[in-house]
């Protein structure tokens, strides 16, 4: 099992914050909560509302060893929210439970959060296996993926790593 820390990528899916029309405001909320998390977060990727151009990143980061990768924006119902289209296809399996406790909590906020369309997955690719997450694109949005998720990233990668459920054992053990 690797030790911490574990690499991470945040993924800006957004055409304004893309063409320096608008400031990216969720992906720096998420990289610092990876950072503070001890995650090795990597640079700050930015991309339109493209779908092959999400999954392609998606994918370098998992080749590049990431171990997390979460994505910010692009999740609701608007006909340029496609990060959903461009993550589901590469997930070996969802983890909906994950998606749906985000949604919930930032339900107590906004009823707009029930919009979100986003996943949460894994993606095995080349040998190496990372979780995916998709997050909405606002600072409200990402700090609720992140105070669900927070407390599980260690666990979900060390999961992906084979430790057993129970962390006081060894996954030798049984």
């Known amino acids: 099992m690797a030790d911490m820390p574990y690499r991470a990528t945040v993924i800006t899916c957004s055409d304004r914050a893309a063409d320096n029309v608008y400031e990216d405001r969720s992906g720096p909320v998420l990289r610092e ?61 969802e983890v909906p439970g994950v998606a749906e406790a985000v949604r ?34 606002s600072r409200g949005g990402a700090r609720d ?3 669900v998720l927070g407390p599980l990233l260690v666990h979900i990668v060390q999961q992906l790593d084979g430790a057993d459920h129970d962390l006081s054992r060894p996954a030798s053990q049984g």
């Open 145 to 147: 993926a992140i105070a």
């Open 33 to 93: 909560a990876l950072d503070g998390l001890g995650f090795d977060v990597a640079e700050a990727v930015i991309v339109p509302d493209e779908a092959e151009v999400i999954a392609t990143e998606i994918r370098l980061a998992v080749a590049d060893g990431a171990r997390v990768v979460l994505t910010t924006g692009g999740t609701g119902v608007g006909p340029r929210d496609v990060t959903v289209e461009a993550t589901r296809p590469l997930l070996t399996y």
């Open 104 to 137: 919930s909590l930032g339900s107590a906020n906004t009823p707009l959060s029930w919009l979100s369309r986003g996943l949460a997955g894994v993606i095995e690719q080349d040998g190496n296996r990372a979780f995916v997450f998709n997050a909405p694109g």
